[in-house]
């Protein structure tokens, strides 16, 4: 006989502590091991044996998809976060969460002892967005399989978008589905949309997902008019919104729940379009009994009670850290391997600062991200024989937040992004990105660098902050020189060209509007980012940029 008890995690705020899996490798238990057991927990606070330990936990797997809505609205990848945190810290034991990007896990295994699968993410409206990023061939037949062992499934708000081919089997699994009916270009919906605040009315009270709740009113993007089975006695309708004036029979549904003959559980909401909405203490309440109930748990008699966390507090509780950067990239020169680039300056940066840093490939996101969350940006872009304009919501955006002072660090070739003079990308030409970025690469003139390879980088400045003592050092880069821009800068540290023979600067700083910007020319490829004096520039220039040292 063996027993595993796997992953215990004493929360020190309430002293009580979470088994995330227990494994029993046999049928029976010898006494002698039971008495053992006993007396090891009951030499534990009362509190703390708020479970049982050979009980496994259920697992719930969030799943974020790609941002495509401006802030503060259609916010996955924070809802995400926020939700694991609520969870991780609510008074509900016996459950353990986990969260995914990009709509997918990196790694499907993931899903194969999953509990409940909850997706929040885009779905596909007619020929618009794409569809919810599991409704592939490929990907469905993964989730059948776990939908098969009796998997839950949680969809949230744009996530019940549905095509009627993939629609059969969400009718299956979680019960309902937005149907747009064609993808002729024309919305000839049969499902509809109404953004309103009006009362909530609650059809099934005694359903546990509605335990605790009081009668409330919430301003929200509605779907409704949802697509149900006709009939489908497995389906409870959770909150109902009479004001929509849908259908006779269903049509006001805004939240549903199902059980199924396979064990699973079903749990949908249309609503979660504002992220304000997280401060409503029913409308969380709601959404994290539904979590818990469709994942198999036991929701307690008053709900599930969690408080409502600021991205601060989200960005401390999963990363202990207690600030965020958002690194753009994704679309750059053949030559500049981003791919392998980013995730070496994220590394450096978390290292040696309290800086967590979110990795985005769309450049867009600069509006539809909440720039508010972060200290600072970092650019490691250019768009290369891209000449599609940044949009103007984007570019307001980014002035916006170096005008309210927000941190820039800008590497290497991001200099020559939005520049008329790149090849086949004239068209993106952005004249205020010369005011951001003072000293740019000027295809028209001579700017240039020298071959790739070893040289020698002396600090000329090791009194700020970000020079501060970093020792002369040698790195494998491209050596720019002739950048082009006349506006003042502080040069930090410079180089010998052997093209120029001139000592060329390789980094500066000065101030855009009220925001600091870092600005440095190397940074090539992965082994530019391999010098540990490089590394320490790169962490004190975040803290610099962040305004750490105010």
Known sequence: ??????????????????????????????????????????????????????????????????????????????????????LDNSNVEGIATEIHFNGWPEDPLTLEDADLILYISDGRDGPLFDEVPFMTNDRMEVMKRQMDRGCGLSLIHFSTFASDEMGEKVLDWGGGYFDWQDDQGERNWYSAIKTMESELVFPNADHPILSGLQPFKLKDEYYYNIRFQDPDNRLKGIAELPALGGREEGGNTVAWAVERQDGGRGFSTTMGHFYSNWKNANYRKMILNGIVWAAGADVPTSGVEAKFYEDEEVTQHLYQKSRKALLLTGNHHPAHPWQETSPLIKSAIESNSDFYVDISTNIENLSQYDLDDYDALILNYANWEDPNQLSDKS?????????????????????GAFHSSLPNAGESDWPEYR?????????????????YGEFSVHISNSKHPITSGVKDFSTFDELYFNQKGDQPIVPLFSARSTVTGKDEPLAWVYNYGEGRVFQTLLGHDAKSFSTPEFQQILSNAINWVGRDND
């Open 1 to 86: 006989m063996r027993i595993k008890i796997e992953d215990p995690v004493v929360d020190e705020k309430d002293n009580k502590m979470r088994i995330n899996s227990v494994n029993i490798m046999s049928k029976s238990i010898p006494f002698q091991l039971l008495f053992l057991l006993y007396l090891t927990f009951s030499s534990l606070p009362a509190e703390a044996v708020a479970f049982d330990p050979l009980v496994k936990a259920k697992k719930i797997v969030l799943i974020a998809g790609p941002k495509s809505h401006g802030p503060k609205a259609h916010e996955y990848i924070k809802s995400v976060r926020l939700m694991k945190t609520m």
């Open 395 to 415: 570019k307001d955006s980014f002035v916006n937040y170096l005008n309210q002072g927000g941190g820039l660090m800008v590497l290497h070739f991001a200099n």
């Open 435 to 451: 005011e951001i970025v003072r000293r740019i690469w000027d295809h028209d003139a001579d700017s240039g660098h020298d071959k």
